[in-house]
């Protein structure tokens, strides 16, 4: 293998393609990049088992010319060196040559480095994919799915299966589903041409999703997303995201939401999210994060904590909108300020079934998201 | 106590007081904040016993109101919870007012908070400090100082004293020294109307001088420094800053400085910056950070390290002059690149006695600073 490349491109591809490097791994192999280079340009590849990436450099990008191949070939080089490595060479250019025993060359301006090359054969093989389960979707609206979900995943190992988020496709709906049993959340989008696909019960990892959404840009690129028996592949511009989906069946969460209200709240969703805040503060010295909100005889809302070492925070906010019984219920402020960081509409409905029943948080507006909060059980 | 005071003039000075309170204390009123209101304005107070800080808020700026007083006193408030809840208030005005058992009820917009307030009677007094040695040096001037040494102290507890930042002041010259007995760094600067002010053996911990740095403003401000026996007292506009001055003698590090070299080399800062920083990568995975720099009989130098594991990295740089014998030297990296983050200079002196002696950096411009790196006992 000798090439010349645009120190640019390669930086590009190598941070794309460590995203799926583990830095803990114990397997030599697999904390390497692979290269592999033929007449069509350069593939790079990096897997952990769980994620695996592949990011491809083309020969030329329009009319820029970015790799010259002197010798197609193969080689694996060590992730974390090289990543850095390659960002603070002093040329824009950069020579690469493999000699005997995967020895590599390195050179750009008067910086030459060798590096002790693995041998690519040992590289596992990326799984492959029957491509007749294919959806694309937008890739800002991937994002915001993902972000709008993946915080209430549980981090408890104990159940691996609530640390993914559960995805569904059917009659066009793509939904997603994450909860840790404390709180859950959805959040559903209507896709264009996924007619006939049907997919459920596919879990992936919280941890993924977040590698995923870094790799997608911000603009508005196409996603194509194939799913297989146990993978699923992203394919976004010329890179390869390959995920394991979760092993397990998801739990039945549709019985938690309830469909009928005792009390409805409309409120300013930046409002609210100031004064939560403001009475979680207080509530995080007590460790418990527990707020209080009250319906008063004013029409106002009430929120307010406690601390028995500091004293207390209270506040009133005006609903935009009020219907059904009063209530006074506690809840852990933290997970309502977690829905609140990733709402986007300006207006939300709070919903209540009694003291002991769920709250619902819905935003006021087309994104077909709901998130559900257990509430504290106090004697007060 | 009952005031009614800009939340802005407020927040500022909870941020420049509360860099002197320590998360770990566990004197109570050590974690407090304390106010005293009089009919002049508003004073905070900090104190972590090493440093304390004081505020003042005065009634009006310039002719804005700041500060109403309704009734004067004083009270300690928990600073963590404070220092938060203040920024995060809804409205531009705050009111609070000191209550039976130190009670304080604080008012913003619609958030009412009652915090548990201290005795401000068992808050610690501060030092007083008699004014005769005092001397003044500009804001930015100080900062550069602090920033140009601190980072070669020790941080080691077993020595105490070579925590701190040595400083002296003698023929209007006031100088910074700071080593951890492998590097050494030297800064000195001329002072105006410093004439009769001497001292010596004034050694000020480094963590101390790093939050004296963060309230300094970067606008040219005059610091006063006024020196005592065991106090050094910072005055920077409405801010008073005490610190403790370390216990102990400084060691005598002026025979560690070698007075004449055997080669001398001059160097471009930033290239000389980037390619240790290059070697430093690869030296790293190693853990020993050792980097080889080298004479060429080309008259390069050539910029080398390597790991076991990894590889190699190698390039040559041009020097600017290059006087003297020969050289093959290794050095910890890591402390190469500290001093080359913070010198300014373009380029830069190094030269050296011999392959097991002291290597001296010297920017070439103005700043008198000089830095000291003892080599590595290698065997090739």
Same mark, same amino acid.
């Given at each position: 293998?000798?090439?010349?490349?645009?120190?640019?491109?390669?930086?590009?591809?190598?941070?794309?393609?460590?995203?799926?490097?583990?830095?803990? @791994?114990?397997?030599?192999?697999?904390?390497?990049?692979?290269?592999?280079?033929?007449?069509?340009?350069?593939? !790079? @590849?990096?897997?952990?088992?769980?994620?695996?990436?592949?990011?491809?450099?083309?020969?030329?990008?329009?009319?820029?010319?970015?790799?010259?191949?002197?010798?197609?070939?193969?080689?694996?080089?060590?992730?974390?060196?090289?990543?850095?490595?390659?960002?603070?060479?002093?040329?824009?250019?950069?020579?690469?040559?493999?000699?005997?025993?995967?020895?590599?060359?390195?050179?750009?301006?008067?910086?030459?480095?060798?590096?002790?090359?693995?041998?690519?054969?040992?590289?596992?093989?990326?799984?492959?994919?029957?491509?007749?389960?294919?959806?694309?979707?937008?890739?800002?609206?991937?994002?915001?799915?993902?972000?709008? &979900?993946?915080?209430?995943?549980?981090?408890?190992?104990?159940?691996?299966?609530?640390?993914?988020?559960?995805?569904?496709?059917?009659?066009?709906?793509?939904?997603?589903?994450? @909860?840790?049993?404390?709180?859950?959340?959805?959040?559903?989008?209507?896709?264009?041409?996924?007619?006939?696909?049907?997919?459920?019960?596919?879990?992936?990892?919280?941890?993924?999703?977040?590698?995923?959404?870094?790799?997608?840009?911000?603009?508005?690129?196409?996603?194509?997303?194939?799913?297989?028996?146990?993978?699923? !592949?992203?394919?976004?511009?010329?890179?390869?995201?390959?995920?394991?989906?979760?092993?397990?069946?998801?739990?039945?969460?549709?019985?938690?939401?309830?469909?009928?209200?005792? @009390?409805?709240?409309?409120?300013?969703?930046?409002?609210?999210?100031?004064?939560?805040?403001?009475?979680?503060?207080?509530?995080?010295?007590?460790?418990?994060?527990?707020?209080?909100?009250?319906?008063?005889?004013?029409?106002?809302?009430?929120?307010?904590?406690?601390?028995?070492?500091?004293?207390?925070?209270?506040?009133?906010?005006?609903?935009?909108?009020?219907?059904?019984?009063?209530?006074?219920?506690?809840?852990?402020?933290?997970?309502?300020?977690?829905?609140?960081?990733?709402?986007?509409?300006?207006?939300?409905?709070?919903?209540? &079934?009694?003291?002991?029943?769920?709250?619902?948080?819905?935003?006021?507006?087309?994104?077909?998201?709901?998130?559900?909060?257990?509430?504290?059980?106090?004697?007060?």
């Amino acid at each position: 293998m000798k090439i010349s490349i645009m120190k640019s491109y390669l930086n590009e591809s190598i941070q794309q393609v460590s995203k799926a490097i583990s830095s803990r @791994t114990t397997i030599p192999i697999l904390s390497g990049i692979k290269f592999d280079v033929n007449h069509q340009g350069v593939t !790079l @590849t990096a897997s952990d088992t769980d994620i695996s990436i592949q990011s491809f450099i083309p020969l030329e990008d329009g009319d820029k010319s970015v790799v010259q191949v002197e010798q197609p070939g193969s080689v694996v080089l060590p992730a974390k060196f090289f990543v850095e490595i390659i960002k603070k060479l002093p040329s824009q250019e950069v020579h690469m040559e493999v000699k005997a025993n995967f020895n590599t060359f390195i050179s750009a301006g008067a910086t030459e480095i060798q590096l002790v090359g693995l041998d690519p054969e040992e590289f596992p093989v990326l799984p492959s994919i029957e491509e007749n389960q294919t959806v694309s979707i937008p890739g800002d609206l991937l994002k915001n799915m993902i972000k709008q &979900t993946v915080f209430s995943i549980s981090t408890h190992e104990t159940t691996p299966i609530l640390t993914g988020v559960l995805w569904s496709l059917g009659d066009n709906e793509l939904k997603f589903v994450a @909860t840790d049993r404390h709180r859950l959340a959805t959040r559903s989008a209507m896709l264009d041409n996924a007619e006939g696909v049907r997919f459920n019960n596919v879990v992936i990892s919280g941890k993924t999703l977040n590698e995923l959404s870094k790799i997608v840009p911000d603009q508005n690129t196409l996603v194509d997303i194939v799913v297989a028996d146990n993978q699923v !592949l992203f394919k976004i511009d010329r890179v390869l995201f390959y995920s394991r989906i979760l092993d397990g069946t998801y739990p039945d969460t549709s019985r938690i939401i309830p469909t009928s209200y005792k @009390t409805e709240l409309v409120l300013d969703t930046k409002k609210l999210s100031e004064s939560i805040d403001r009475a979680y503060l207080l509530s995080r010295e007590e460790k418990t994060n527990i707020v209080r909100m009250q319906t008063m005889d004013s029409g106002s809302i009430e929120i307010s904590s406690s601390s028995s070492e500091l004293g207390k925070v209270r506040e009133e906010i005006e609903p935009a909108d009020f219907n059904g019984e009063p209530l006074k219920i506690s809840f852990n402020s933290k997970y309502m300020l977690d829905v609140l960081k990733v709402v986007e509409s300006e207006q939300l409905m709070i919903a209540f &079934t009694g003291v002991m029943s769920p709250i619902i948080l819905k935003p006021l507006d087309d994104s077909h998201s709901l998130y559900v909060i257990l509430p504290y059980r106090t004697t007060n």
